[in-house]
């Protein structure tokens, strides 16, 4: 399974970017998809998960600024991130919880 992410950049603070995994597993309708995310000096949190029915979680501090979301026909994960701040500067990182496949990470870098 391949999972490639994209979307990553530079933005203000108080931007916004999307983020997009895609994914070459047959099953991904039928799996949970995660976005995590690793800035410099720190270890890597889990952002946003999305179940197979579409249900959601979200890290305390992206919760009404950040939307995951997906599309099975695309095989696709999208991570919808708003109202940008200077610490979510990180490597973003997809990944497929069942058999722990990961993405090669995108850069998401925040200026103010």
């Known amino acids: 399974v391949q999972l490639q992410a994209s979307g990553g950049g530079l933005v203000l603070t108080g931007g916004s970017l999307r983020l997009s995994c895609a994914s070459s597993a047959r099953t991904f309708k039928a799996v949970a998809m995660r976005w995590y995310r690793q800035a410099p000096g720190k270890q890597r949190e889990l952002v946003a998960s999305?179940?197979?029915?579409?249900?959601?979680s979200y890290l305390d501090t992206v919760k009404g600024r950040f939307t995951i979301s997906r599309d099975n026909a695309k095989k696709t994960v999208y991570l919808q991130m708003n109202i940008l701040k200077p610490e979510d500067t990180a490597v973003y990182y997809c990944n497929m919880p069942f058999g722990d496949y990961w993405g090669q990470g995108t850069l998401v870098t925040v200026s103010s």
């Open positions: 999305i179940g197979r029915l579409g249900n959601t």
